[in-house]
């Protein structure tokens, strides 16, 4: 069974840092792709990053390139967003997710290529 638990989160000042988690189990994580998206409140999902599972290819979204680097550990099945020089407009849900068979390339904001879904973590950024 395939399932991504993810940590990390909370409510930080903006220029601050937070790093999220992803562990995934149930797969071998170098086969899978993983994304990062969120979702703020009367917004649509938004893609956020995503890591082959190669780790070659990465992407990331206009609005957080030279802020956001997202990294995996296949050691610990686990995939992580350091987010840095927050701002508050980087408030959200933010969610982890699994693309099957995205081994050399991941599908970027497409969430639709994406089966498999963590629980989602709230992310503030607020003074």
């Known amino acids: 069974q395939v399932q991504l638990v993810q940590s990390g989160g909370g409510l930080v000042q903006p220029g601050d840092s937070l790093r999220l988690s992803c562990a995934v189990s149930g797969f071998t994580l170098d086969n899978f792709g993983i994304g990062w998206f969120r979702q703020a409140p009367g917004k649509e999902r938004e893609g956020v990053s995503c890591?082959?599972?190669?780790?070659?290819?990465?992407y990331y979204a206009d609005s957080v390139k030279g802020r956001f680097t997202i990294s995996r550990d296949n050691a610990k099945n686990t995939v992580y967003l350091q987010m840095n020089s927050l701002k508050p407009e980087d408030t959200a849900v933010y969610y982890c997710a699994a693309e099957r068979g995205a081994v050399t390339a991941c599908s970027g904001s497409s969430y639709y290529a994406y089966a498999d879904w963590g629980q989602g973590t709230q992310v503030t950024v607020s003074s």
């Open positions: 890591i082959s599972g190669s780790g070659g290819s990465t």
